[in-house]
């Protein structure tokens, strides 16, 4: 099954949180707070979206970072994808 989103929506993927100490070990995200980086799966098409024209500006493969409370959560084969708006991205890191 694929995720084919609808006008200005974007799938991302969040990225893991990982912590490395001065000493260089890598401690697991899972105790920590999510962070709001994600990669981009799927970008909708655009158009008109509440009477204005919407150009796509995030592309497949972007890191992005998004609004921390911002999207829906959906699961699909055991990853976790979340689903928002364009204007819920607030940057895209390069």
């Not at 995720?3 to 890598?26: F, H, M, N, W, Y």
């Not at 995030?58 to 970072?65: A, E, L, P, Q, S």
Request: no cysteine; charged share 30%; hydrophobic share 40%.
């Amino acid at each position: 099954m694929k995720l084919v989103p609808l006008a200005d929506r974007v799938v991302i993927k969040q990225l893991e949180a990982e912590e490395t100490t001065k000493s260089g070990i890598v401690l697991p995200g899972a105790e920590k707070e999510k962070p709001q980086q994600a990669e981009v799966i799927a970008v909708g098409p655009g158009g008109v979206v509440d009477g204005k024209e919407v150009k796509m500006e995030v592309k497949v493969g972007d890191k992005v970072i998004y609004s921390k409370y911002s999207g829906t959560e959906v699961k699909l084969d055991d990853v976790t994808y979340i689903i928002v708006r364009q204007n819920d991205i607030l940057a895209v890191v390069e």
